[in-house]
């Protein structure tokens, strides 16, 4: 669905996405290419546990955080991509016995 339209005057770095090794341009946005990557969803709400991706892009909702090198509650909108950034899926608390989302 997503994908780079020109190749940036860039070089391509790798690093880990939910343990998978891609390639991306070193200075892109990092939700961009994990929604180029599939990296779907980014996380599930603590309540709920409802699936969340990437959606304002800018810093505003919240929707992207994933876990950053071990560092929980990262927004991926706000970080660029570099050489060996591990990116891993953000799991909330799962539902209590009787809990409603």
Request: overall charge positive; charged content about 20%.
């Amino acid at each position: 669905m997503f994908k780079i339209i020109a190749l940036p005057d860039r070089p391509m770095v790798a690093l880990r996405l939910a343990g998978r090794s891609v390639l991306a341009p070193e200075g892109d946005n990092l939700a961009a290419t994990l929604l180029r990557e599939g990296f779907s969803p980014f996380r599930s709400t603590p309540k709920s546990g409802a699936a969340r991706a990437a959606y304002c892009m800018m810093g505003v909702c919240f929707d992207c955080l994933v876990t950053i090198d071990g560092e929980p509650n990262r927004q991926a909108c706000m970080v660029q991509v570099r050489s060996g950034l591990v990116v891993e899926r953000q799991d909330g608390a799962p539902l209590a016995a009787g809990c409603r989302s």
